[in-house]
T-cell receptor, first 116, second 111 residues
Framework: DSGVTQTPKHLITATGQRVTLRCSPRSGDLSVYWYQQSLDQGLQFLIQ???????AKGNILERFSAQQFPDLHSELNLSSLELGDSALYFCASSVAGGLAGTDTQYFGPGTRLTVL | EDKVVQSPLSLVVHEGDTVTLNCSYEVTNFRSLLWYKQEKKAPTFLFML????IEKKSGRLSSILDKKELFSILNITATQTGDSAVYLCAVLDNAGNMLTFGGGTRLMVKP
């Protein structure tokens, strides 16, 4: 158990809908990262937040957005869902997110999203 | 575009065998290379390598980085069925923010 929690574990929804995935980082970690893992694309970095502010952006679609709240939990919002958005969405956290040299990212258990 | 390539794609061995997993990378701003093990769900951290030539070891697992040739290997000796998993290699960018993952090597260890 990494200490990173994600809810829900599974989500099934229809095309065109909007969903919110939630992540709580490990105690003491200030940085949260979101990743998408699909069968054809592998594990891909979406976005990083550090202490409430966006720090880095990867291959995140415009239909997706994220935020980190004052209590450091983060939410990933996915809207206008398409079949291709079906994937495992992981959240990871680290102490400082790049500022501390080489701190490690620890992954949560993931949310499996199925878009029908 | 940053690229991380792992080989082989999959591997089937018997308990007690030794395996070597490969990871090569082409990245613009390299800081570290990380290995993760992914069983059913979340990748779990194994090693972080920053310096060339220094072996990191944890039990039967070890890993080394070659920054000149841009690759890393992960060795597992005396494999056990519990080692069956997908092993992921990832490169951390210089800003320390973004991990770029390889496609993984699926290892199956048969009794």
């Amino acid at each position: 158990d990494s200490g990173v929690t994600q809810t829900p574990k599974h989500l099934i929804t229809a095309t065109g809908q909007r969903v919110t995935l939630r992540c709580s980082p490990r105690s003491g970690d200030l940085s949260v990262y979101w990743y998408q893992q699909s069968l054809d694309q592998g594990l891909q970095f979406l976005i990083q937040y550090y202490n409430g502010e966006e720090r880095a952006k990867g291959n995140i679609l415009e239909r997706f957005s994220a935020q980190q709240f004052p209590d450091l939990h983060s939410e990933l919002n996915l809207s206008s869902l398409e079949l291709g958005d079906s994937a495992l969405y992981f959240c990871a956290s680290s102490v400082a997110g790049g500022l501390a040299g080489t701190d490690t990212q620890y992954f949560g258990p993931g949310t499996r999203l199925t878009v029908l | 575009e940053d690229k991380v390539v792992q080989s082989p794609l999959s591997l089937v061995v018997h308990e007690g065998d030794t395996v070597t997993l490969n990871c090569s990378y082409e990245v613009t701003n390299f800081r570290s290379l990380l290995w993760y093990k992914q069983e059913k769900k979340a990748p779990t951290f194994l090693f972080m390598l920053t310096s060339s030539g220094i072996e990191k070891k944890s039990g039967r697992l070890s890993s080394i980085l070659d920054k000149k040739e841009l690759f890393s290997i992960l060795n597992i000796t005396a494999t056990q069925t519990g080692d069956s998993a997908v092993y992921l290699c990832a490169v951390l960018d210089n800003a320390g923010n973004m991990l770029t993952f390889g496609g993984g090597t699926r290892l199956m260890v048969k009794p």
